[in-house]
């Protein structure tokens, strides 16, 4: 069974950073895309960054380009996401999510419903 893992979320001041880690089991990053969510209460989920290890295609959603940064380690299967100058609006439960590397390259829009395999989430919490 293919089972994600994430973590690294916390509580940071605003322009502080964060790096979130995203494990996976059981999980081919020859064969999978991983994509980092977020929603906070009330709001839409958003994706947020996609890896598409295969071939390192990534994307960034135009809200955190410039601040965060997606990355991966095959030999760990692990993903990353580098959160930097973090604000208050990025506050959120993250998610990271993986799909088949089949289903496109990494590109707008992120979409929730081509990831059939998700984590728990991890609290990021930004204080003004």
């Known amino acids: 069974e293919v089972q994600l893992q994430a973590s690294g979320g916390g509580l940071v001041q605003a322009g502080g950073s964060l790096r979130l880690s995203c494990v996976a089991f059981?999980?081919?990053?020859?064969?999978?895309?991983i994509g980092w969510f977020r929603q906070a209460p009330g709001k839409e989920r958003e994706g947020v960054s996609c890896?598409?290890?295969?071939?390192?295609?990534?994307y960034h959603v135009d809200s955190v380009k410039g601040r965060f940064t997606i990355s991966s380690d095959d030999a760990k299967n692990t993903v990353y996401l580098q959160m930097n100058n973090l604000k208050p609006e990025d506050t959120a439960v993250y998610y990271c999510?993986?799909?088949?590397?089949?289903?496109?390259?990494?590109?707008?829009?992120?979409?929730?419903?081509?990831?059939?395999?998700w984590g728990q989430g991890t609290q990021v919490t930004v204080s003004s």
């Open positions: 999510a993986a799909r088949s590397s089949f289903v496109g390259r990494c590109r707008a829009p992120i979409i929730g419903d081509d990831y059939p395999y």
């Open positions: 059981r999980l081919s990053f020859d064969e999978y895309a």
């Open positions: 890896i598409r290890s295969d071939d390192g295609n990534t």
